[in-house]
């Protein structure tokens, strides 16, 4: 069966039965429906978040299709259930841009995957649209603050740094032209869209602790400058208390269920190429309150969305994980190893040889974290015994032990191994090693240097002219302490992403800055990172459809 279909075939229980599983009284649920419901922040208790477990989901360098970083998340939870664990996982919610363009949905796969899955792979719960509304209202906001002359603060339109968001793959957005057709309909400027996982909202609300924090940090947006060269804030035009009004369910986390009926809560959906890969902290708290251990996971492979995870969301959620979990599958290794698209599922001892590097090197970088990772290898069933006992072989030589997992197949009765290994690795090591690879105090090039050279293997950094300005203002405005955030292809350590393997002897440019003083960190953009995808020659949605008992076909 397909995974909608396997979905569909599972009856849900009842969210409030789910919520019972984790001491959650019906009357603490805002119930979407049977199935869907959003948890209050009130039931984040800060004593119980200290003894329970953060395990950390990532992978190694993806292959274009993805390594099912979501589905090994969602196995490990069922296997911990399995084996006697109070477990919950804590997810991203998905973007209808890769839903109906690449991906066709994010809800995990196979047997491991969140119901009810057409719901939290379309509209959900609304807070994508909740996003998507506070950051166009801030566009109005300047716009109108633009058109008004007499207003005491002289926004310069060329200075205007914020764009509005659509949670689409819509190429013919990206730039565009606005106010034109008179005076009355605005000032004509240049703008553009970006897709709403990339808003400075969406980082903004899963890097927030609480209402307060999210309406000082969403006051803290970078607008632009004034004509006299002053710095303008969202703050500054009276914008934060109505984007904060409209956020005020979105910020709660949503509390969803596994097709083996155990309690998954997800929130929030920063792409990891271009912000922090993470849900949301308030998420994890949630999940840390109700259960004794946490699977959850960071976006593309560990040189992007773990390691912003660690040097950004550690450090403003004050979060220790306890263990790292790397997804690798045989797949993948056989791309680093040299394999043509055409001989991505032929086994291949000598190409699992060639590619291990990839791995080795992501598995050197978590522990330069304090921690040492676990290796999940997500079966497919083109994987050959020889190539899997070849991977368990080469990580052992590293003191890191490989797990198969076969969530995907038999959910939670296939990952019980994988679990029971985790659990092992917990019990066995201390929290406290944990640490950023960075000072935030340190300065803002050495941050890049470092993150470049240890975790990316690059020989040095290289700033264009454009870049070098941009230092200046950051400088200038104060932001200099704030934590980075690399936008860089998810292709390869490098910011070529013909690089594969382990590429060597490379350095790396940085060609301009993005300032996202309301989430709290700065953004170096390496070679020509976009925010606002376009569709394939073929979109998923082509092979979707929907019958007339509303029964949705064609999501993955």
């Known amino acids: 069966m397909t995974d909608i279909e396997i979905a569909q075939s599972i009856t849900p229980t009842h969210i409030k039965i789910i919520a019972k599983k984790i001491n959650v009284d019906e009357d603490n649920l805002e119930l979407y429906g049977k199935y869907k419901a959003k948890l209050p922040l009130h039931l984040i208790n800060e004593e119980k978040i200290k003894s329970s477990k953060l395990i950390l989901v990532t992978a190694l360098t993806p292959?274009?299709?993805g390594e099912g970083k979501t589905t090994v998340s969602i196995g490990l939870n069922e296997g911990l259930n399995k084996i006697g664990k109070k477990s919950i996982v804590v997810l991203r919610e998905p973007s209808l841009g890769p839903v109906f363009g690449i991906k066709g949905g994010a809800a995990g796969g196979g047997y491991s995957q969140v119901i009810p899955m057409e719901d939290i792979n379309l509209h959900f719960t609304g807070d994508f649209s909740a996003i998507e509304k506070a950051n166009n209202f801030l566009a109005a906001i300047i716009d109108n603050v633009i058109q008004n002359h007499e207003h005491e603060i002289k926004l310069d339109p060329r200075t205007v740094v914020w764009k509005r968001v659509i949670d689409m793959n819509d190429r013919s957005l990206r730039n565009i032209i606005i106010g034109i057709g008179g005076k009355a309909n605005g000032v004509m400027r240049q703008d553009g869209f970006?897709?709403?996982?990339?808003?400075?909202?969406m980082a903004i609300l899963c890097l927030s602790n609480s209402i307060s924090d999210l309406k000082e940090k969403l006051g803290n947006i970078f607008v632009g400058f004034t004509y006299a060269n002053q710095p303008v804030y969202a703050r500054d035009l009276k914008a934060q208390n109505a984007m904060t009004i409209l956020l005020k369910?979105?910020?709660q986390p949503n509390l969803v269920q596994t097709l083996e009926g155990n309690p998954a809560i997800i929130h929030g959906g920063p792409f990891a190429n271009i912000a922090q890969g993470t849900n949301s902290i308030l998420a994890t708290?949630?999940?840390?309150?109700?259960?004794d251990y946490v699977v959850t996971e960071a976006g593309f492979g560990a040189d992007l969305g773990a390691e912003k995870f660690m040097d950004i969301k550690c450090g403003y959620g004050k979060l220790k994980p306890s263990v790292v979990v790397i997804v690798a599958t045989i797949r993948a290794l056989r791309h680093h190893g040299g394999a043509t698209p055409k001989e991505l599922n032929t086994p291949?001892?000598?190409k699992i040889k060639h590619g291990f590097c990839n791995l080795e090197k992501h598995i050197e970088n978590i522990k330069k974290f304090g921690i040492n990772p676990v290796i999940a290898i997500n079966h497919f069933v083109t994987d050959s015994d020889e190539?899997?006992?070849?991977?368990i072989k080469l990580c052992a030589h590293l003191n890191v032990k490989a797990v198969l997992s076969k969530g995907w197949l038999l959910g939670g009765n296939g990952t019980q191994d994988l679990a029971k290994a985790i659990v092992e690795e917990i019990e066995k090591t201390n929290t406290s090693n944990f640490k950023p690879i960075y000072d935030w105090n340190s300065p803002i090039k050495e941050k890049i240097e470092t993150i470049a050279q240890e975790i990316y293997g690059a020989e040095g950094v290289d700033f264009s002219a454009k870049a070098e300005q941009d230092l200046k203002r950051i400088e200038k405005l104060g932001l200099a302490q704030l934590p980075i955030c690399m936008a860089k292809t998810q292709k390869s350590f490098s910011d070529n992403e013909s690089l594969i393997g382990r590429p060597t002897n490379f350095r790396i440019t940085v060609r301009e800055f993005e300032i996202a003083a309301g989430a709290g960190f700065l953004i170096p953009i390496l070679g020509n990172m976009m925010r606002m995808p376009g569709l394939p020659s073929i979109p998923a949605s082509e092979g979707m459809d929907i019958d007339d008992n509303g029964v949705i076909s064609g999501l993955s």
């Open 63 to 65: 292959t274009p299709a």
């Open 194 to 201: 970006n897709i709403t996982a990339a808003s400075e909202i």
């Open 249 to 251: 369910d979105a910020i």
């Open 285 to 291: 708290k949630m999940g840390l309150s109700l259960g």
């Open 348 to 350: 291949s001892v000598e």
């Open 387 to 391: 190539e899997i006992n070849e991977l």
